[in-house]
Every structure is written in C-alpha cells, then in structure tokens.
C-alpha cells in the first residue's frame, strides 16, 4: 500500500476531487458574512493551524509514542477540517458557513504549515542523521494543486450553474467518505500482521487527540467571547480532520504505512466524537429556542 498506482496516482486525484467539492459549497457571500464579523475565522484559523500540532507534540511527549507514530500524529493535527467537519457543524446547529471558510482558509494556510510541522517532526523524532524529509516545495506545489485550484474551480462551478452544484455537493462528500473508508481498509488489510500493535501505539495518542481538539475549541471560543454556534463551528473544524490529506502525505510523499496509522485510525474514531458534537450542539439549540419561547410568553 505504499507505492503503489492506487495511492500515488488515485490519492491525490480522489482529494482534488473532494476539494472541488467543498469549492462549490462557497458563495461570495460566504467570505462577507465571515469578514464583518472575522473574530471566528481568526480564532478557529489559529487554533487549527498552531494549536493543534503544539497539543500533537505535547501528547507524542507525555506518552513517549514510537518516532513514526509521532510524526503521524503531529501530521493528522497540521491537517485542516473537510466537508465531514461541515455536516457535523450543520448537524450540531453551529455556524455553517463559518465552517466552510474555516475549512478553506485551513486549508489554504496548509500549504505552507503541513509541510514545517512535519518537516520539524521528523527531525524531532528521527534525528538529523537520517534521510527522511518532506520536500517542501515538491508538497507546496502538490497540494496548491490539489487544494487551491479544485476550491477555485468548484466555485467558479456553483458561481455557474448553482443547481448543478448543490446536486453534485451531496455526491462528493459521499465520494470522500468512501475513499476514506478504502484507504483504511487497505491499510488494515497491507499492515494486519502488525494491526494490533500499532493501533495500540496509536489508539490512545488518536483519542487524545480527537477529544482535546474538541475541548479546546469549545474552551478557546467561550474565553474568547464567540457566540455559540460559532463555537461549535470552531471545536468541530479542530475535532474533525480531513485524514484523506493526513494519508496522502504519509503515503504518497514519504512513503510509510507505519506513519499513516494515525491518520487512517482518526479518520474512523472521529466519526463517533463529532455524533456526540452534534448531539450537544442540538440539546443546546433546544434549550435556546425553550428559554426565548419562555421570555415571550411571559412578556406577553
């Protein structure tokens, strides 16, 4: 599962296509809505982008994870949100739209920070004296072209034919669901003989991750004075991870199954995080809509 065609070839064509889908969910509106009101996009922007990876490196320290599960994790951290964060924030009653743009602005910055982080977390872990490393400029290019262009493109789409868009939005994210679940099956399948010991160096370190992610976007939002629903948008984009972008990086650029366990065992147990996310997010809408309904009544 490391070199072959399925990955080097099908992985990033798959992504360019899940990216052309969260493309044709923005609208110029979108970007306004966000900008008059920026305080959310600017924390949920730092706190993917920086906060993360610091609380990745925190965990590889604490629970002292073997060098290629570190860099795994410090990688599926660095790594923004993707459509599934954005129909978790929709079913949870945050911000949507917030969600989008965080996705995409993430997105945009993680071009540059996915390749430093990465880099910096395999000297950290593997030392100097051995010849792995990300090329930076070969992974800036890849993933401009698979990221930039495809959210230009899926909105130059929507901005089009805005039905077509709307039609084709509900497809690709059903698409990127199943890429994730083929490339987790094919890394359970390629690594089965040692499944059992990696999940658990991973498992716990993933968990962590997923639940921290989470706590702190809720936390950093409230100390920060967000409303509500865009502290869901903000503890959903940290909690929900694109990991189809985690295993492109690790399989198709450096080449090592080992180092995409972490992002293939997060790509399954945030599905369960972001139920319990949602389900917060509704008893919390509900108990809104009861309280005003209440002030009404006894204002009439």
Same mark, same amino acid.
Request: with cysteine.
């Given at each position: 599962? !490391? ?7 099908g ?17 110029a509106?979108?970007f306004?809505?966000?900008?008059? &009101?920026?305080?959310?996009?600017? @924390? ?9 990876? =610091?609380?990745?490196?925190? +965990? ?8 290629a =599960? ?23 009653? %945050? ?7 965080? /996705?995409?602005? *993430? ?10 982080? /990465? ?9 100097? !004296? ?9 992974? @800036? ?6 990221? +930039? ?10 901005a089009?034919?805005?039905?077509? *868009?709307?039609?084709? $939005? ?7 669901? +199943? ?10 399948? %390629? ?5 059992? !010991?990696?999940a ?38 940290l909690?929900? &991870? ?35 996310? *949602?389900?917060?997010?509704? &008893?919390?809408?509900? $108990?809104?809509? !009861?309280?005003?309904?209440? $002030?009404?009544? $006894?204002?009439?």
């Amino acid at each position: 599962m !490391e070199s072959g065609p399925m990955i080097s070839i099908g992985l990033p064509i798959a992504l360019f296509i899940i990216m052309v889908g969260i493309g044709m969910t923005l609208t110029a509106r979108d970007f306004h809505q966000v900008t008059v &009101k920026p305080a959310g996009l600017v @924390v949920g922007t730092i706190t993917q982008i920086l906060l993360m990876p =610091i609380v990745a490196f925190a +965990l590889c320290w604490l629970l002292s994870l073997p060098p290629a =599960i570190a860099v795994g994790l410090v990688i599926i951290a660095a790594c923004p949100g993707g459509t599934t964060s954005n129909l978790f924030t929709l079913l949870a009653r %945050g911000n949507v739209a917030l969600s989008i743009v965080l /996705t995409v602005s *993430a997105s945009l910055i993680t071009i540059l920070s996915l390749p430093f982080f /990465t880099n910096y977390a395999l000297r950290t872990y593997f030392g100097a !004296e051995q010849e792995i490393v990300l090329p930076f400029a070969k992974t @800036v290019v890849m993933l401009s072209v698979i990221v +930039l262009l495809p959210v230009v493109i899926g909105m130059l789409v929507r901005a089009w034919n805005p039905h077509l *868009a709307s039609r084709a $939005e509900g497809i690709v994210s059903i698409f990127g669901a +199943l890429v994730l679940l083929i490339l987790v099956v094919g890394l359970v399948w %390629g690594m089965r003989d040692r499944i059992d !010991e990696l999940a658990t160096q991973a498992g716990p370190s993933v968990i962590l991750l997923n639940i921290l992610g989470v706590f702190v976007g809720l936390l950093v939002s409230r100390l920060c004075g967000l409303s509500g629903r865009d502290g869901l948008a903000v503890a959903t984009e940290l909690g929900i &991870k694109n990991g189809t972008i985690g295993l492109m990086v690790t399989l198709t650029l450096l080449h090592s199954s080992e180092m995409s366990v972490p992002s293939a065992v997060y790509g399954v147990l945030m599905f369960p995080s972001g139920m319990l996310l *949602a389900l917060y997010g509704r &008893k919390r809408a509900r $108990e809104a809509g !009861e309280e005003r309904a209440a $002030e009404l009544g $006894e204002a009439g």
